[in-house]
């Protein structure tokens, strides 16, 4: 008999060898007092799907779609579900799963065929309409999900039978003994992480057109019993759809295309390339600040940039003041740290830490009088945030505008009406800037855009000797949660978007972060996490980053930089 210690109700009980987690659920279900349905679990802090069997003592902690595991585990299960009912209404469709947005995921869906695979005829509401009718014709059926473990080469063989290439260019450059695949009736599709049991799990969703093609809805993260809310994200969305569109000609839609790439001696081609993209979309933007700058009416004189965290904010805003000299302007900037009201002040959360992204840790007030009196050609002493003292100093730093001077303000408050709205919008230019992350693993498993900031972060705090891997991943939840507040609702405001993300990021990031997330310990709740990015990260072939450049992005989190931050 097995000993199994369920993390939940701290209660230990015995399960005969081989139980599976369902079985396990059983025994402790009245005792666990999840408000909303377990959909998968943690097995001595790695995940697993319930039908996870246990030869072995262990310790078992069981998730609802609230948790990060759960939530995805859902998602993916529904995903496969989306795309049985494709593939059963309109045999030889192409549907690609692409990337989150409006609080859901965008599906590219082409029923037939055109001149290339995300080509062909656009989706109407009839279509959508078969789709939920299909969808849900297989949940009430408590269709099963069944998993097949495989050696890699007979993976390879199912899905090459089947003609899925992207599957089979990540599999053959994966490096993997053994790979799992899963079926759903008749329909074959490959998943990184573990589903729920049985469609009849996914209670909670929805589907519908939008743009050329689908929006997947799926559960509010906090209240797993409705939708989350629909947010229209047009410039989002149109970000993206840039990205994407450069992809394509890149020849690089997922991680197999990187490897391939990578293999074939591209890897420098690819660094060079995404690099241009970037510096051509920054001198853009410096063009259109510097014309509006040079309008007659309302000249543009302030430039708010904000981002979520490891979005390259820092780097991102010394390169535009690089362009904007070349334009002939003058840029002087600060950063909305230098505003914070003295540590004793700053609001708390609730398990008593500090809260440093609340927009009450900075004297906001204090901010707008400063830029107001700026924009009218005064002088101003601004203050200097002494961090090791946790108090504002003015040590007689002082600004004044010239009359070829624009002023940029970076920080993640940046787009908040409250810093500037005494200030007309029409002489301020605002920019949100994410890495957002286009490449996918396959046609059907995307990469969270969070993973990608994640992992920058995980490396830069570790390099800098701030926080170790657990102490960084340990903090992601509550950095997430301010991002929702304070940042993510203003990003729609901006007057252009850019995106931070290289196509061979995540190869690049992969020699960083292998040994720094391998120092997590196993007996912690952050290991779960750690175990999944490097699962995940091993999916992409490693490159030295020798031959990213100094001003890189990606040099503010692997070092290196030229910029002093």
């Not at 062909?120 to 299909?134: H, L, N, P, Q, Y």
Request: aromatic content about 10%.
């Amino acid at each position: 008999m097995l000993q199994i210690r369920c993390k939940n109700t701290n209660t230990t009980k015995s399960f005969p060898e081989g139980c599976s987690l369902l079985d396990v659920y059983q025994e402790f279900q009245e005792d666990i007092g999840l408000p909303y349905p377990v959909v998968a679990a943690k097995v001595n802090n790695v995940s697993q799907g319930l039908k996870f069997r246990l030869f072995q003592n262990r310790d078992v902690e069981f998730l609802d779609a609230r948790a990060g595991s759960g939530h995805r585990a859902y998602v993916r299960s529904l995903s496969f579900v989306l795309y049985k009912a494709t593939q059963d209404l309109f045999p030889g469709s192409k549907l690609f799963i692409e990337h989150s947005l409006c609080r859901g995921y965008y599906c590219n869906f082409r029923p037939t065929p055109g001149p290339s695979p995300r080509e062909g005829r656009s989706v109407t509401d009839e279509m959508v309409e078969r789709i939920k009718v299909r969808m849900q014709e297989i949940i009430d059926l408590d269709m099963p999900f069944r998993r097949t473990e495989a050696t890699n080469e007979e993976a390879i063989r199912v899905f090459t039978d089947r003609g899925f290439s992207d599957k089979v260019k990540l599999l053959e450059t994966s490096g993997q003994i053994y790979s799992d695949y899963y079926t759903l009736g008749d329909t074959v599709d490959y998943y990184y992480g573990p589903l729920v049991p049985s469609a009849g799990y996914l209670k909670v969703w929805g589907l519908e057109r939008y743009e050329q093609g689908l929006l997947l809805r799926v559960p509010d993260w906090n209240n797993p019993m409705q939708v989350a809310e629909k947010v229209d994200q047009p410039k989002t969305f149109e970000m993206f759809a840039e990205k994407t569109r450069w992809d394509i000609i890149m020849r690089l839609s997922n991680a197999g295309d990187v490897n391939k790439a990578i293999m074939r001696g591209h890897a420098s081609e690819l660094i060079q390339v995404s690099e241009a993209l970037q510096e051509k979309k920054i001198v853009q933007i410096a063009e259109e600040i510097d014309r509006r700058f040079h309008r007659k009416n309302a000249p543009v004189r302030l430039v708010l940039i904000t981002g979520p965290s490891s979005s390259g904010k820092s780097t991102f805003c010394k390169r535009l003041s690089v362009q904007l000299l070349a334009c002939g302007l003058r840029p002087i900037s600060f950063s909305t740290d230098d505003y914070f009201v003295n540590r004793v002040d700053t609001p708390k959360l609730p398990n008593g830490d500090y809260d440093f992204d609340n927009i009450e840790a900075v004297d906001y007030r204090l901010l707008e009088e400063h830029l107001t009196q700026l924009m009218k050609g005064e002088r101003v002493e601004v203050p200097e945030y002494n961090f090791v003292t946790g108090k504002r100093e003015f040590n007689g730093k002082r600004l004044k505008l010239a009359g070829d001077s624009v002023l940029i303000i970076e920080g993640i408050h940046a787009l908040n009406p409250l810093l500037t709205k005494k200030i007309s919008d029409s002489v301020k230019y605002k920019i949100y800037i994410s890495a957002l992350t286009s490449i996918s693993l396959d046609d059907h498993n995307w990469i969270p855009t969070r993973d990608n900031r994640l992992l920058r972060r995980i490396i830069r705090d570790y390099n800098k000797g701030a926080f170790s891997a657990r102490e960084t991943i340990g903090q992601w939840k509550n950095v997430l949660q301010a991002e929702d507040q304070w940042i993510f609702p203003y990003q729609e405001t901006a007057d252009v978007m850019f995106n931070s993300a290289l196509n061979i990021e995540f190869a690049v990031l992969r020699t960083h972060a292998e040994l720094i997330l391998s120092t997590v310990p196993r007996n912690c709740p952050e290991y779960s996490e750690a175990h999944r990015l490097l699962k995940f990260i091993h999916f992409f072939l490693p490159i030295s980053d020798k031959e990213i450049p100094p001003t890189s992005i990606m040099r503010e989190f692997v070092g290196g930089s030229s910029f002093k931050y």
